[in-house]
């Protein structure tokens, strides 16, 4: 199955590529650096969303979890819910995807949430960002966007 690898443009404190990840522990959403094997905590599977109103976009699906990401609130931690048709018509858990920064072989990103275009994924705080920053959503700065606020996708290969 094809998933994907989302990681910040923002390093970990050695200057290590970060990923979006789900804590094996807590459940949480955070940044945490490369896991061997292609561990499912860290690949996501965007699949499209239409929901009840003709609203349409991408939910995130964790391989590991089997849950998507939500952002019941403006400007606090993002978390999982089920991926159930009724839980995903009463959280936003969809997202836009937007290209708004280019470099060579690299488009970096907002994860901007539909239902409040304002609001996109982001990795909590200015830096330095250790293993178990907190994701949530928060308001996209001047474009191209920070480094903590854009993101970029690339495929993997999953056996599992």
Partial sequence: MLAYTISPLCTDPTGAALYLSVNKQTQDIVVWTKLPNNDPSQLWIPLQYVNNNGAQGVVLLNAMTNKIIAAPNDAAAVTQIPLDLQQMEENRCSWNILDA???????????QLNKNQKMNLNVEGGGP????????????????GANNQSWTFAPVLNNA
């Fill in 101 to 111: 920064r280019t470099g060579p072989a690299t488009h970096w990103g907002a994860v």
């Fill in 129 to 144: 960002y250790p293993n178990g920053t907190r994701v949530l959503v928060w308001g996209w700065s001047v474009l191209p």
